[in-house]
């Protein structure tokens, strides 16, 4: 594809955008500066929620809307709300039972916060640690129904998080979105929170048509928005499954995937 056909570039975060240790490289800085040298706006989306965000706002110079929770709530760089797309009341208690009975830890967020049952629990530091903030413990999430926008599911058993994913799209498939952010991780938000979904906001935001995006990502909430737009590109470190999906295939994040993808595929 041509440069210059492309408005707007889309980048998931984690195992993508930033190394393994939740670094952005000199490399992927600049080559986010260079798409906006070219005129080419550069937004992130992320399972992550808006909070965990903000300390790319700054060294990428961002400006464009961040979707986290998947695209369950956009902001703009000040934290303000664009758009927030809850789950249903309905489903929260029966989706929070469901993962612990298949021997997943849980999270829920709600807007800015985020709910743990143990703070010492698998990934709750390693999290903290990547977001910059920290969890609040409860004892339970009998009082959480309202305005919660992601729940998680946390195992480091890769089978367990596929069959979890499997169970919940079965029986709460039209009101929910199962996917994957990490393979550790269960993401269970709104049916219209995934990042295909951001990929029409974005076009719609900045007048663009989906042809005229580029995305790249890691994982398989990844897959909705490389089907939505007109270029996409998995970093070396996705799965095969990932990476057959996609438009190319570039170096690993922790080999400055996203620079390379800048470089090679995006002229």
């Not at 000199?26 to 937004?43: K, N, S």
Request: glycine fraction near 8%; include cysteine.
């Amino acid at each position: 594809m041509n440069r210059a056909t492309i408005g707007l570039v889309l980048s998931d975060v984690d195992g993508t955008l930033v190394t393994s240790d939740k670094r952005l490289t000199p490399e992927t800085v600049a080559a986010v500066a260079h798409l906006r040298e070219r005129g080419i706006e550069f937004a992130v989306t992320s399972g992550r929620p808006p909070r965990g965000l903000a300390m790319l706002i700054e060294p990428l110079g961002l400006s464009t809307p961040l979707a986290g929770f998947n695209g369950g709530l956009i902001v703009d760089v000040a934290m303000k709300p664009i758009r927030e797309l809850a789950l249903s009341e309905m489903v929260v208690q029966p989706i929070i039972n469901q993962l612990t009975s298949l021997g997943l830890s849980v999270w829920a967020y709600r807007g800015t916060e985020w709910f743990v049952l143990d703070g010492n629990g698998p990934h709750v530091e390693r999290e903290a640690r990547a977001c910059a903030f920290s969890p609040t413990e409860v004892k339970n999430f009998a009082g959480l129904r309202e305005n919660v926008v992601k729940i998680v599911g946390v195992s480091d058993d890769e089978k367990t998080v596929d069959g979890a994913r499997a169970a919940v799209n079965s029986l709460h498939g039209a009101t929910v979105s199962a996917t994957s952010s990490q393979t550790y991780y269960l993401d269970v938000t709104h049916q219209d929170a995934n990042k295909g979904c951001v990929v029409d906001f974005l076009a719609q935001r900045f007048n663009l048509s989906r042809s005229a995006i580029a995305v790249i990502g890691d994982q398989s909430n990844d897959l909705l928005m490389f089907e939505r737009a007109g270029v996409s590109v998995a970093v070396g470190n996705a799965s095969e499954a990932v990476r057959a999906r996609a438009t190319y295939v570039s170096t690993s994040n922790d080999e400055n995937g996203f620079a390379f993808a800048v470089t090679n595929y995006f002229e």
